[in-house]
């Protein structure tokens, strides 16, 4: 079975209308994730980013192309991917792109609604992990169907996060770019980072206090993209 009949099956399985481009053949369209060397190099090609009040490294390859095929084919089928929506001045809109959420049932206050953890995004968190030295105890998946979904401008949310959080993103599937903008220093230029197929990102320090992120959407015809923002949930409570 080739991509574009996976592709149309994991679609289905999984209640999505995803574009097939009859324009781009099969033998094209299995190789839409191995046009990249980096897969090639035995270790990730590491970027640190100099933007004031941002600290940002990027691991390029950081999960093998087998790693990652299998790792999005896993995620792609087994994940419980739900709409969600987002209420602006008592206007409720759905978000353009599926999500999931997941985290430890013993953090205090932890979300009821949260997934059981499975053995591969336990796998994909340990590696992290061990990049890191820091332990992650949540994990929200969001699935980009095409290019018509997105994620606008937002820095992630401090509140129940704490100050000064590191948040580790993941991502498998098509390559989107990932925007930064600082959110005062309009001299600042914007930052894009093409996030690959087995991608980490970094983002740490002060970056979701002073600057902020987006996905653009795209006309292009492409093939779906999951990434995975690994996450210390601290809840603060009203005693
Ligand atoms: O898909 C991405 O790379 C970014 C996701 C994001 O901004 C978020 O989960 O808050």
Redesign the pocket.
Known sequence: MGNAEQMRRYSKDIGIEIAVNSAINESDRMNLFDDTDIFTSVNPRKEVFDVPDAELMLFEGFFSKKESDIYYDVLLKQTKWKEADLTIYDKTHIIPRMVSWYEDKTNPGADPDGQDWIPELLAIKARVEAETEVKFNSV?L?LYRDGKDG?GW?S?RTDNFGSNQIIA?V?FGETRP?RLRHKTMKDVPLVEIP?THGTLLLMAGTTQTHWE?H?PKTAKNILPRI?L?FRQVKRTFDL
Do not use: G
Request: aromatic share 8%; hydrophobic share 40%.
């Open positions: 929200l969001n994620v937002h992630d993103s991502s990932f996030l992120h996905i990434n923002t």
